[in-house]
């Protein structure tokens, strides 16, 4: 299966209101958990990360959640904005010294 | 300003025509990769150096060469195209895998 697992691929939320993307991972060598925010026709762009020795981790609007038992962390972002609306990766890194990325969920925020 | 720069941003070639797509870093990054991201698969990993002279396959790896004989640069080397290696690619470096990754601005590749 894949090494990384992003669900749902498509999320539409109205101006205000709170997004979640989950994602999942099968590597349990895994420690490193970035999230990359890409805006159409640019370039990918770290917007928070986490590693495994903590649980939570949080920046302004956006935070991310780790359950190691489960291999899953999730990006959650708070009061949607307009310029929230892009491609968010969620990505993994494996222990052979790669980092393995999601297929992406695009967030649509509804004015 | 610290960056990671690609050349070219657009290119259209034909079947079977060799081509190089440079990246330069100036962040004395030890850590480079390079991605293709098609619609709906995400950011694909084709090859990554962990240093100079040390490379490895990703995901996605045939096809493609790359070369790493000095930290800063790290080229992408398509000896023979084909249309599906037709998608938009992206050159990364960081300090290890396990930090922030700076990307280049894209290449977008067509052949036909």
């Known amino acids: 299966g894949e090494n990384v697992e992003q669900h749902p691929s498509t999320l539409s939320v109205q101006e205000g209101d709170s997004a979640v993307i989950k994602c999942t991972y099968s590597?349990?060598?895994?420690?490193?958990f970035p999230w990359y925010k890409q805006e159409l026709g640019k370039r990918p762009q770290l917007i928070i990360d986490?590693?495994?020795?903590?649980g939570e981790k949080k920046d302004q609007r956006i935070a991310v959640t780790l359950n190691k038992t489960a291999k899953h962390f999730s990006l959650h972002i708070t009061e949607t904005q307009p310029e929230d609306s892009a491609v968010y990766f969620c990505a993994a890194s494996m222990g052979n010294n790669r980092l393995a990325f999601g297929k992406g969920n695009q967030v649509v925020v509804i004015p | 300003e610290a960056q990671v720069t690609q050349n070219p941003r657009y290119l259209i070639t034909v079947t079977g025509k060799k081509l190089t797509v440079t990246c330069s870093q100036n962040?004395?990054?030890?850590?480079m990769s390079w991605y293709r991201q098609d619609p709906g698969l995400g950011l694909r990993q084709i090859y990554y150096s962990m240093n100079v002279e040390v490379t490895d396959k990703g995901d996605v790896p045939e096809g493609y060469k790359v070369s790493r004989k000095e930290k800063r640069n790290f080229p992408l080397i398509l000896e023979s195209p084909s249309p599906n290696q037709t998608s938009l690619y992206f050159c990364a470096s960081s300090l290890r895998p396990t930090t922030e990754a700076f990307f280049g601005q894209g290449t977008r590749l067509t052949v036909v």
């Open positions: 590597d349990s060598a895994s420690n490193y």
């Open positions: 986490i590693r495994s020795n903590v």
């Open positions: 962040m004395n990054h030890e850590y």
